[in-house]
């Protein structure tokens, strides 16, 4: 029961930011509520991968992406919006932000230190360790996320295009589905 | 059959279209979708080179081989997602219903003129995001009031000093100061101060250019995407500069 709780609390927190990060981005109103679905289910699916099943944030971040990304298929179809609209946003919350405040607090307190050989090695291995996880997760995130663009190129190129039956040429007559 | 009129025209409004996706964060790929559709409305064949400040396009009638190019300038935009969309179903109604590029051109205006959301409206959500990020980081209760109350803060402060002009750079500096400034209180309050600090300034990340930049990478418009990345990673470094000014002033309470 517990880590159900706890899994629709992580999902809810992170509907509510990549629905709040979108917002700064101007993406149509309709877009909204795919944007926190997408939002809370990579999350609470990263969540459980790192906590329950004991994978590494790269690899649940990978996973939680291509989750998000095939979602968007779907969501981005119905809502007649492209991928990229729904996806980017989505992606947000999982960006490693207390990993990237350490890597420019590790950077400071090198700088700080630089005459101490131990403390400063010290803080120049936090630093490379929180960096390379910031840049890993975020082009974990990025590209799993695009990975299903390349799987259904077809699909995914036209999702903003109206379906067969409202295609009306200007003069009036059905288009045939060309391509 | 073109004329040379035509062409013109045809070329004009293409460059003016993709200036406009270009400018407010559309990936590489599908401007490059979007302009060759909207060509093909018209019977005509586009090829487009993009750069970050600037793009080559080149029109060419395929009856009678004659060629138009021309170098556009990309407008700074702000990033709508709203204009991705609706001006990519555009070039697909064009494309699908054959429309006159009068017709085209009345319907990008009509879009490109849509009022934006109401700029409360997103200061409001941004901080609602940024606090909702300081819990799934997991700060208390505490730390998550104080994260969207300096976000609040920072956020307009990053409103009016972009209505003034002022260069982003130091825009972006200025607004991960006082956001940071602001959460450092949680110092006081006795609340999460590391995590109150780190979210404090995420709103400032530039996730869509840098996920764009990936984007265009992996599909091949590798300069495009590197200069894209380039970008957003010289706003992540003012951030850092900002959160640093605040970092140096209350290090020794956080060790």
């Given amino acids: ?179 | 059959m073109k004329t040379e009129e035509q062409l013109q025209e045809t070329l004009d409004f293409i460059g003016e279209y993709a200036g406009q996706l270009l400018g407010s964060g559309v990936h590489t790929s599908r401007v490059v979708r979007n302009t060759k559709r909207i060509g093909r409305s018209q019977d005509i064949n586009v090829h487009i080179t993009t750069f970050q400040r600037t793009a080559i396009l080149t029109v060419s009638d395929p009856e009678t081989h004659r060629t138009l190019t021309e170098v556009i300038d990309i407008p700074q935009l702000p990033i709508s997602f709203e204009l991705n969309s609706n001006l990519s179903a555009l070039s697909w109604r064009a494309a699908d219903r054959h429309m006159p590029l009068c017709d085209i051109r009345e319907e990008y205006r009509r879009l490109v003129s849509r009022p934006k959301i109401n700029p409360l409206f997103v200061m409001l959500m941004a901080s609602l995001a940024n606090a909702s990020f300081c819990r799934l980081f997991g700060g208390d209760l505490c730390a998550v009031c104080i994260v969207f109350s300096s976000t609040l803060v920072g956020f307009s402060l990053k409103q009016e000093l972009q209505k003034m002009g002022l260069n982003h750079f130091i825009v972006f500096i200025l607004s991960a100061f006082m956001a940071s400034l602001c959460a450092s209180s949680a110092l006081v309050f006795n609340a999460d101060a590391e995590v109150a600090l780190a979210t404090s300034v995420l709103f400032l990340i530039p996730g869509v250019p840098l996920i764009n930049g990936v984007i265009d990478i992996v599909e091949g418009h590798i300069l495009l995407g590197l200069s894209r990345i380039i970008n957003a990673l010289l706003l992540v470094v003012c951030l850092a500069i900002g959160l640093s000014a605040t970092l140096l002033l209350v290090k020794n309470s956080l060790l």
């Fill in chain 1, 1 to 179: 029961m517990n880590i159900v709780y706890e899994l629709i609390a992580d999902g809810f927190f992170a509907a509510i930011a990549g629905m709040g990060f979108g917002a700064i981005s101007d993406p149509p109103l309709k877009a909204f509520p795919g944007i926190g679905i997408l939002a809370a289910l990579g999350h609470a699916l990263r969540y459980a991968l790192m906590d329950y099943a004991g994978i590494d944030i790269a690899s649940a971040s990978f996973c939680a992406a291509l989750l998000i990304g095939f979602m968007s298929l779907l969501l981005g179809e119905r809502l007649r919006c492209p991928m990229t609209v729904l996806y980017i946003p989505a992606l947000l919350p999982m960006i490693p932000g207390m990993y990237a405040y350490r890597t420019v607090f590790s950077m400071i307190m090198f700088m700080q230190n630089i005459g101490d050989a131990a403390l400063s090695s010290e803080y120049m291995a936090a630093l490379l360790l929180n960096a390379v996880v910031t840049v890993t997760v975020i082009f974990a995130l990025a590209v799993g996320a695009t990975i299903p663009i390349f799987l259904f190129k077809e699909k995914a190129y036209s999702m903003t295009r109206e379906k067969p039956r409202n295609r009306k040429r200007h003069d009036g007559n059905v288009l045939a589905d060309n391509k």
